[in-house]
């Protein structure tokens, strides 16, 4: 009878080298670690950010609710405002190839630079892997880490889920708020909440 690769590897003692089923993110505890290659091909590892605060932005620029937060500059200026007082900005397109928002790298960059993007890479995850790690469900959809590698907030940019512009300046920014506790060592009041936007398309 034939062993499967499982069997074989529990009765040689090497289950300790099988990949552990990860964990869904929760916030207050290590967020879910990953290396991945930006679209100028430089390798970001999560834990080489270990001392600073780091913000996730899934972001897919054919969906109308990010286009919301880009095409007034809005996202743009909490990603400045972020980078500028030491954070790691990290966008993360999960499209699948031949999908709504899938690009490829230099289409990426392009856009980055017409939007005037602060972000601190983008990266490209078409096989969904970092975002399913993530369970990222919308675009966009926030994550932050503090400088402890642990999850401080999880949900939606804002506090309207509507996709006009207009909206935006008597909204709470979520991420901003975010931050600014993390940086002043104050509890952050709303670490969670409902993600909106359009459907991550994996």
């Given at each position: 009878?034939?062993?499967?690769?499982?069997?074989?590897?529990?009765?040689?003692?090497?289950?300790?080298?099988?990949?552990?089923?990860?964990?869904?993110?929760?916030?207050?505890?290590?967020?879910?670690?990953?290396?991945?290659?930006?679209?100028?091909?430089?390798?970001?590892?999560?834990?080489?950010?270990?001392?600073?605060?780091?913000?996730?932005?899934?972001?897919?620029?054919?969906?109308?609710?990010?286009?919301?937060?880009?095409?007034?500059?809005?996202?743009?200026?909490?990603?400045?405002?972020?980078?500028?007082?030491?954070?790691?900005?990290?966008?993360?397109?999960?499209?699948?190839?031949?999908?709504?928002?899938?690009?490829?790298?230099?289409?990426?960059?392009?856009?980055?630079?017409?939007?005037?993007?602060?972000?601190?890479?983008?990266?490209?995850?078409?096989?969904?892997?970092?975002?399913?790690?993530?369970?990222?469900?919308?675009?966009?959809?926030?994550?932050?880490?503090?400088?402890?590698?642990?999850?401080?907030?999880?949900?939606?940019?804002d506090s309207?889920?509507?996709?006009?512009?207009?909206?935006?300046?008597?909204?709470?920014?979520?991420?901003?708020?975010?931050?600014?506790a993390l940086?002043?060592?104050?509890?952050?009041?709303?670490?969670?909440?409902?993600?909106?936007?359009?459907?991550?398309?994996?």
């Amino acid at each position: 009878m034939k062993l499967t690769i499982l069997a074989f590897l529990s009765a040689v003692g090497l289950t300790a080298f099988l990949p552990a089923a990860n964990a869904a993110p929760v916030v207050g505890e290590p967020a879910p670690q990953f290396t991945a290659v930006d679209t100028n091909g430089v390798e970001h590892s999560l834990s080489d950010f270990k001392g600073k605060n780091v913000v996730l932005e899934w972001s897919n620029h054919e969906c109308p609710f990010v286009v919301k937060h880009y095409e007034p500059g809005n996202m743009q200026k909490v990603q400045k405002e972020a980078t500028d007082n030491g954070a790691i900005w990290l966008t993360i397109v999960s499209s699948a190839e031949g999908k709504q928002g899938a690009v490829a790298a230099d289409e990426a960059n392009k856009i980055m630079e017409e939007v005037g993007a602060h972000s601190t890479a983008r990266i490209l995850d078409p096989s969904g892997e970092i975002g399913k790690l993530y369970e990222a469900k919308t675009t966009p959809h926030m994550f932050v880490i503090n400088k402890e590698g642990v999850l401080a907030y999880a949900g939606a940019i804002d506090s309207d889920s509507g996709f006009k512009s207009e909206s935006i300046a008597n909204a709470t920014n979520y991420v901003t708020e975010a931050l600014k506790a993390l940086d002043a060592g104050t509890a952050i009041k709303v670490a969670s909440t409902k993600p909106y936007g359009c459907s991550v398309k994996y």
